[in-house]
């Protein structure tokens, strides 16, 4: 059962049993009606208390059910929460926890509400891609006011239930409970209280309406439209909200239901919705159960305090582990630790961190120049320079002096993680931890298994990654691992289009249309020309075969290294990111296509979409077959969160499914007739060939 039905006194108590987090799936949701009849048909019953078991009051709608026809079955979640609404006796929401999207509308149909301090209350449907579906577009402006409201309702994020009590004339919350222990004992208390009181309080019969009316919700799209650009939700619940002022409830749920139907239908809330889903999934390997045993990691040591080291240590810091950074000489430790400084009080000035947690986080990190002292560490990660040579040398002195069971960890991004693990006599401790650079910003870590990575090695960082609010996909051995490997290609392309008659300009400006964050230029003007540089170099001798243009090369032979030299593909001036287009690289193009007598044409924003984003596609059905990523909706994670991939497209392989890999394979088959393309670039993979020939797709 995922409900159960208890009797105290006279009052009837519904918990809801349905973990991880109490999602009002089809069982659930009936559970509660029949739990209500059971109440109203029982006289010794004067109240109801509706409650949550485990971790949360209710986290909503149960996700799993999206797409199904599950969601839809009555007694809906609408059904329900009218049930609740109607009900002959008081029903009381005792909220804990999480109170999230349908959970929340289920609470705001309730009667009365206590809620424990600390519960995170939010309306997040916005970050799927929708609008609350069951009355809370209608309700919580009722009960809290229309500007918080609103504010909850387009930001979808969680407020405690004690600052939301504290709201002038809120209705939400009629009492804090002392404490979460308390909370049952106080919502019986309350149910005692009122179980005589009539009319029931019903939020649907509150007033809702705004001083400035049309003025204030014409600002508050204005204020939306700069976050809505490619995600249409947004804008849906300034417009429900509205309605909510304007209609009756009956109407204004109506409006709500016709907006909830259309977003769920939307390609944005399917891609977000996918990557909800691909995200958690990510943290699951097959052949890694679930309850594995984790290694305790309590304290970390880090190699380097360079740009990534630092990085590295801080996201530790911040989740409240400390951190012994080990450097070989004195300056450069200084150095490290006043980069650490500087972006923590950077911080702390825009108000975005308190002094005392800044203070609390630099006591956690200690330095030092021997190896020896960090003999105590249960991780370490190695952020040395990336030659094989130093990682040699590193690892034979963490095999020297690391406690037995350690985790040995490389933040490589190019080199074999089996031979670094061979380097030591501890192989499956060894485990790759490829962090992005701000190592301390970027959501993507690419967890690299070697052959020999023990199990619970693999268990073990996927649960740290998490501590430290890292989306973590896992990657077998190759070089390029995931998102390397992927972008390698997709920058190939970049320089075929320039050879063939694009400015950087016109390509960059295409696929920023298409919603990447930046084109590939100005990404590696940013990222430093001269690190793809390096990698061309290294692969000219290793695969003299594969076709390059070799515009990149003119610009890095001229020191245009991008932002950190103010001049790359495009100029920049000190302080600024703008990209300013330079005469001298387009006219510098220009030569060389000329020098290969090709004549330029015009080539459109569609073909040059399409090549780029289907040059990572064939790259990634590679990845997929050879088992270097495990699921498809890995690469979309690790592209969406690493390489700015449009979230509102859900990743290279859902924009690929919803383009349909017929087509896919048509234009690359289109693309490879070209003569000034590279007909070997255009080979498909074969597991993209058999999914088209079988009519399936990546997810
Ligand atoms: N339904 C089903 N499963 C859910 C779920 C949900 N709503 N929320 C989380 N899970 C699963 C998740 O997949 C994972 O499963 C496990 O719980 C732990 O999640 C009509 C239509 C609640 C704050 O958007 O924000 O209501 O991987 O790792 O960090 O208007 O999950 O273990 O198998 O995130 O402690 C609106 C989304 C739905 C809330 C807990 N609700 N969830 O965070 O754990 S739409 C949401 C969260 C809706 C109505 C509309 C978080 C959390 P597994 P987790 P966590």
Known sequence: MTAHYTVNGIVAVITLDNPPV???????????????????????????????????????????EFGTDKAAVEPNLRSVILAIENASKPVVAAIHSVCMGGGLELALGCHYRIAAPGCSVALPEVKLGLLPGAGGTQRLPRALGVEPALNMIVSGEA?????????????????ISASADSLAAEALTLAQAIADTRPLPRVRDLPCKHPQGDGYFQFARNMVKGMAKNFPARLKCVDAVQAATQKSFEDGVLFERENFVNLMLSPESRALRHLFAAERAASKIKDVPADTPLRDIKSLAVIGAGTMGGGIAMNFLNAGLPVKLLEMKQDALDRGIAIIRKNYEAQVKKGKLKQDKYEQ??????STLSYADLSAADMVIEAVFEEMGVKEKVFNELDRVMKPGAILATNTSTLDVNKIANFTQRPQDVVGLHFFSPANVMKLLEVVRADMTAKDVMATVMSVAKKIRKTAVVSGVCDGFIGNRMIEQYGRQAGFLLDEGCTPA???????????????????????NDISWAIRKRRYSEKPEMKYSK???????QGRFGQKTGAGWYDYVAGKRDAIPNADVVAMVAEHRQSLGITPRKIGDDEIVQRLVFSLVNEAAHILQEG??????????????????????GGPMLYADQVGLFNVLQSMQRFALNPLDDADFWKPAPLLVRLVAEGKNFN
């Open 22 to 64: 109490n999602g009002l799936g089809m069982a659930t949701r009936l559970a509660i009606t029949d739990g209500l009849q059971q109440a109203q048909a029982d006289s010794a019953v004067k109240a109801i208390v509706i409650t949550g078991a485990g971790k949360a009051f209710s986290g909503g709608a149960d996700i799993k």
């Open 159 to 175: 407020i405690k239930s004690e600052m939301l009590a504290m709201l002038p004339g809120q209705k939400l919350f009629d009492k």
């Open 361 to 366: 986080r630099m006591s956690l990190l200690s």
């Open 506 to 528: 016109q390509v960059d400006k295409a696929v920023e249309k298409f919603g990447f964050a930046m084109g590939p230029f100005r990404m590696s003007d940013l990222a430093g």
């Open 551 to 557: 515009t990149a090369d003119l610009l890095c032979e």
């Open 628 to 649: 270097i990523a495990a699921k498809a909706s890995d690469i979309d994670i690790a592209y969406v969160f690493g390489y700015g991939f449009p979230a509102h497209r």
